[in-house]
């Protein structure tokens, strides 16, 4: 028996739905009234989840970062088969001090254990990524149901494939990247509109010069 889960994908796109230039240059697509409202919905999430290629690229905090802020951190994921976290990235460091969990295919790393990451041992697919159906009820039995995906383009397809993705936030920048840029969704191996992930826009509004839209899975 599955347990109870929600996963909201988190998108931030030029209107052409690019998340970086060709080079990987995204700082910043959108504004900083966008950048807040994500941590607003970091802060209302149990865990925030990224692919290792984020984190390595990126070295990320994945914390809530708002002015006056006191709450509880959410638990920070990465999707790691290999296990490549260094020790010394940001998320290993401060593992002791706010929940962290790499995803795994393989036995736990005991350099990861001993600074305090959680491994989990998941199924593996494919090119020995984890699968993410199980992924998604480990997290909930360790007390994280409600999972926040700030991921790059490939996690984003692999999540809608798995029609796995309950909501979708998307902040909307008004710039053009190109097809040359890299997409916010990756392949979702489509072979005819009849099998395209259906969402239900709920609101729309904007946030300095950028759109925030939600949706809903129908």
Do not use: N
Request: hydrophobic fraction near 45%; charged fraction near 30%; proline fraction near 6%.
């Amino acid at each position: 028996m599955r347990m109870a889960a929600s996963v909201t994908l988190k998108l931030a796109t030029s209107l052409d739905g690019r998340i970086a230039t060709s080079r990987g240059e995204s700082r910043w697509i959108t504004g900083p009234q966008a950048r807040q409202a994500v941590h607003e919905l970091r802060a209302a999430h149990d865990a925030v989840l990224v692919g290792v290629e984020t984190a390595l690229a990126d070295d990320p905090e994945l914390t809530v970062r708002l002015d006056g802020w006191a709450g509880r951190q959410p638990a920070r994921v990465v999707l790691d088969s290999r296990q490549r976290l260094a020790d010394d990235c940001k998320l290993v460091a401060t593992a002791r001090d706010i929940p962290t969990y790499v995803i795994a295919t393989t036995p736990p790393e005991p350099r990861l254990v001993d600074a305090g990451v959680r491994v989990l041992q998941v199924h593996a697919i494919g090119e020995a990524r984890p699968e993410l159906h199980d992924v998604v009820e480990a997290l909930a039995r360790e007390g994280l149901p409600r999972l926040f995906v700030e991921g790059g383009g490939q996690v984003a397809g692999s999540f809608l494939r798995c029609c796995l993705v309950d909501r979708i936030e998307w902040f909307r920048a008004p710039m053009v990247i190109g097809g040359e840029g890299r997409p916010g969704i990756g392949a979702l191996a489509l072979e005819a509109l009849a099998d395209a992930p259906r969402l239900r826009r709920v609101e729309i509004r904007e946030v300095g010069d950028d759109l925030w839209e939600r949706y809903e899975r129908i």
